[in-house]
């Protein structure tokens, strides 16, 4: 299992509720297929630098995780359906 990283950007318009439950999403995406989370941070609602989808601002977060690096496409590919993500980074770590 290789180390990385996400950085997940989400639509300020959610409510509490929502947004909680959107990041326990990523975060079980990343757990069901055989990762291990690591430190988890909220960095809060920020301005975006330039509208994405009509919003002009988002929240962001980050994890880190360990996982097989055939599993991180799996993830990606769900985070691209995902309206409310507005946009995602993963990096490997290693």
Known sequence: MREYEIVYVIRADLSDDDRA???ERIHSLI???GGQLGKV?????RVLAYPIRHCTDAYYGLAEFQLAPENVKTIEERL???EEILRYQT???A
């Open 21 to 23: 439950a959107k990041i």
């Open 80 to 82: 691209n359906i995902d």
């Open 41 to 45: 941070e909220d960095w809060g609602k």
């Open 31 to 33: 757990t069901d297929n």
């Open 91 to 93: 990096i490997s770590r």
